[in-house]
């Protein structure tokens, strides 16, 4: 199933916590993104920062196909390539450049640049995109740089990641033009390693409910 940037959005405007999941291992990985999705959260980022994450990239949205897996940390236009031919439903950066933006434009894979500022917020919508990641959002100024950046981008939505919390989350949903927040703080790889499938449910139930 192909899902338009549009629907995506819509459902990161539902659900309001994206989990981003860092494991090598496709077993734990399978599991833990269908506890996420059994507890109120059914879109998941699977970051590139393992060696084997295209894998388990792959291997989870042919094992779990309800639930909107995205990848993250997209680097290059390769690494672009091979997610979208993963089946990836969206694709995630930490920053932004005019080659991966370009890139990106033309791929027809439904993306979101990262930003830290004015400038990145620029390119990145010479390029198409208005749905941005702002990171790491505690460092560049969280909520107070989406409101401040809302003023002259008004169009302009943000997922807020780096030092999201559990605790954090409801206030920072309440600034308007935040669509959503991403934080891996409901699978951490601690509770990963030890299959604490219960614990981590815990936490996935309490994330959905701070982003009702």
Known sequence: MTMTTAAIISQLAQVRVLPILVTDDVDQAIRCVTTLAEN??????????????????????????????????????????AVRNTGAAFGISPGITPVLA??????????????????????????????????????????KMAKALGGPFPDVKFCLTGGVTVESTPTLLQQSNVLCVGGSWMCPANLISANDWAAIGQLAAQAAGAGK
């Open 102 to 143: 370009k890139a990106a434009a033309e791929s027809g894979l439904p993306y979101f640049p990262g930003v830290g500022g004015a400038s990145d917020l620029m390119l990145a919508l010479e390029h198409g995109f208005n749905v941005v990641k702002l990171f790491p959002s505690d460092i560049v100024g969280s909520v």
């Open 40 to 81: 109120g959260l059914p879109a998941v980022e699977i970051t590139l920062r393992t060696p084997n994450a295209m894998t388990v990239l792959r291997e989870v949205i042919k094992a779990c196909p309800t639930v909107t897996v995205g990848a993250g940390t997209i680097l290059t236009p390769a690494q672009l390539d």
